[in-house]
């Protein structure tokens, strides 16, 4: 079960993604609403199979209220800066820093949690790092597009901590009230601080874009929090690794986007590094 979430989580997190990059080009959709539309498609769907399925809403101890807060603050950082970095247009050059996001997260996750820990694991991580580096480092970036990356590698510092936040969240909820209040937060604080100028550029098509990505972004985030329930956050990360083969393959085939060989190369490696370290674990 936690590696069909993985698998699940993998895919969905792929597919939002291209949803997203078809949204920005073809609805010219602004950093505002795109975060207000997608926020506002996970909420709304992940409350509806709240009420339809009776989800029991959990104990709202000092404990819970902090972590929910946590959870809530790092995520609305991380959604906004990632957001701002969109305007890299060009999925192939996004990616060799996305990559680096499950990296971050294990290696968070591997100095937090001692349990979780093995020597596989951590030189898996650390040559994802130099691979991933050597990636990022092999492209030459347009002044846009080199502020575009320093904004989303706020994003995603601030994205790595959130599985360890799942991970101490899930010993009082359950994986759809931690992706709920993730939502629900990111949309308030969205709304709050970061809200659309104007409504009058939201068209039909844009709100459909953002509600498909929504729920596609949703069911891989649940599946992604169930993995962390099962597998822990160390080796749920370590397979997460797997996921940028797909993103350079909806780049290529689905947003005709050129992928440069630098980008498969590293995704190749890092296949690889996860393979090897789950076999001598």
């Keep these: 079960m936690g590696f069909l979430s993985l698998l699940i989580s993998i895919l969905a997190e792929s597919s939002g993604k291209t949803v997203d990059k078809l949204n920005f080009k073809r609805n010219h959709t602004t950093p505002r609403q795109y975060i207000y539309l997608v926020f506002l498609g996970m909420t709304a769907s992940l409350l509806l199979y709240i009420v339809v399925t009776w989800q029991h809403l959990p104990h709202f101890s000092p404990i819970v209220l902090g972590l929910t807060v946590l959870v809530a603050l790092f995520s609305f950082g991380s959604n906004i800066f990632d957001c701002l970095s969109l305007k890299v247009n060009d999925l192939s050059l996004r990616e060799p820093l996305v990559d680096f996001e499950p990296i971050a997260a294990g290696l968070a996750a591997y100095a937090i949690f001692p349990a979780e820990r093995k020597p596989a694991f951590l030189m898996a991580f650390i040559l994802g790092a130099f691979i991933v580096n050597w990636g990022v480092h092999r492209r030459k ?83 992604s929090i169930y993995a962390i329930k099962i597998l822990g956050v160390v080796l749920t990360m370590l397979f997460l690794m797997l996921g940028p083969s797909l993103r350079y393959l909806s780049g290529y085939f689905i947003l005709k986007e050129k992928v440069r060989k630098g980008e498969v190369i590293s995704s190749l490696l890092l296949a690889s590094v996860v393979v090897v370290a789950s076999i001598i674990q």
């Design 141 to 223: 970036l347009r002044k846009f597009q080199a502020k575009g990356i320093f904004y989303l590698s706020i994003a995603v510092v601030l994205e790595a901590f959130l599985p360890s936040l799942y991970k101490e969240s899930l010993h009082y909820m359950s994986p759809v009230y931690i992706a709920f209040f993730r939502f629900a937060s990111v949309l308030v604080l969205s709304t709050i601080f970061f809200p659309m100028k104007s409504i009058k550029g939201i068209t039909t098509s844009k709100v459909w874009y953002g509600f498909i990505a929504g729920v596609i972004y949703t069911v891989g985030a649940v599946a």
